[in-house]
């Protein structure tokens, strides 16, 4: 199982999925302990990034280097060098000549499965071409915004060309039909130790079970609140202070 990273900060924050410069070094050292880095350009990939924030290219990109770990860098496209916080071009394709993926996030981080036809074809096809034109490069993959996927969607993303797909739900690989995966994966929280992170790269079935129980727990959650407002509570108990007001500072 993949883990799954959205901001780092030099310090500890209290945004509930930021982790520190020496949080992320020390799963780094844990990953590298367990699997053989590869050579360059041959090696697999190892963790996730969502969302394409600046800190990511700050703070992750040098220890990945440091530590040659690979990793897929999963862009929301539309954000890329209009918004402050969040990776240029020109930062996106350093990253993916280094040897890491770089991805589809979407077109702004919609929920998709509340997009119209057209607007949910946007997301996950225009996204995939502008990525394809601006880093030169084969784009394959696509992480579901906030994880909210159904068949429309599914299908939505095979017809726009993705052969993998990517959501936050801990589970194991399975197919769908026979031109996508749907792959499964552990969102990092600032809480996450290092022997949490032992736990998620050698997940057996009763642990999978355990997180995956969760994970429905959370969706019948969401489904009786609503999209909008399970995230707006989220937002309040995740954090106490605006992710943007945290970070910022820092640039």
């Known amino acids: 199982m993949l883990p799954t990273y959205h901001v780092i900060v030099p310090e500890r924050s209290d945004y509930a999925y930021s982790v520190t410069e020496q949080q992320l070094e020390s799963h780094l050292a844990r990953i590298t302990a367990r699997f ?5 350009g041959n090696s697999p990939m190892r963790l996730t990034f969502d969302d394409g924030h600046a800190s990511q290219f700050r703070y992750a990109f040098p ?16 954000w890329m060098d209009r918004r402050p916080d969040y990776m240029t071009w020109a ?43 601006r880093l030169g490069m084969a784009v394959d993959a ?7 996927m159904d068949g429309r969607v599914i299908k939505a993303c095979l017809a726009a060309g993705y052969t993998r797909i990517y959501t936050s739900a ?36 009763t642990a999978l079970g355990f997180m995956n129980a969760r994970y429905q727990g959370k969706l019948m959650l969401k ?28 640039y």
């Open 36 to 40: 053989e880095p590869g050579s360059e």
């Open 91 to 133: 930062q996106l394709r350093e990253v993916a000549a280094a040897g890491h993926q770089v991805q589809s996030h979407g077109l702004s981080h919609r929920f998709l499965t509340a997009c119209t036809d057209l607007e949910l074809e946007e997301e996950v096809g225009v996204s995939r071409k502008e990525l394809q034109q």
């Open 170 to 205: 801990p589970k194991m690989p399975f197919r769908v039909g026979l031109e996508a995966q749907v792959l499964g994966r552990f969102m990092v929280k600032r809480s996450t130790t290092p022997a949490d992170l032992d736990r998620i790269l050698t997940v057996g079935r």
């Open 142 to 148: 696509i992480s579901m915004p906030y994880g909210r």
């Open 63 to 78: 220890l990945l280097q440091e530590h040659r770990v690979r990793a897929i860098f999963f862009a929301i496209v539309g």
């Open 223 to 250: 489904r009786l609140l609503g999209d909008r407002l399970y995230h707006h509570l989220w937002g309040l108990w995740g954090s106490r202070k605006s992710l943007e007001e945290d970070v910022r500072k820092e």
